[in-house]
């Protein structure tokens, strides 16, 4: 597994507390970059204002730096594209029951 692809397995840990469904399948990554034990997270949130931005953006910061050994993760939430419930993903419209 390379490192993208275990940063993206690690924010799978990270959940929308309102929705319970990790940050991953909600479609809310939009992109993971890593360089030289530096990590950049480009991510949006449901809505504008979200009441949970400093949790969930957080939880990216702490886990990626907990399971990681890393001290510099970059998250920058951005509103472009704006999310929809079109990006959620198979497993996350499961435990929504969202067919």
């Not at 909600?26 to 400093?54: F, N, R, S």
């Not at 998250?75 to 704006?82: F, G, N, S, T």
């Amino acid at each position: 597994m390379d490192m993208i692809e275990r940063i993206r397995e690690l924010l799978k840990l990270v959940y929308d507390p309102e929705l319970g469904i990790s940050i991953v399948d909600l479609g809310l990554v939009y992109d993971i970059q890593y360089e030289a034990d530096k990590v950049y997270i480009k991510m949006t949130l449901t809505t504008l204002g979200c009441p949970m931005h400093d949790m969930i953006t957080g939880g990216v910061d702490f886990i990626l730096k907990d399971r990681l050994d890393i001290t510099d993760v970059e998250v920058d939430v951005v509103w472009e594209p704006k999310w929809s419930p079109d990006m959620i993903s198979d497993e996350g419209k499961k435990t929504l029951s969202y067919f």
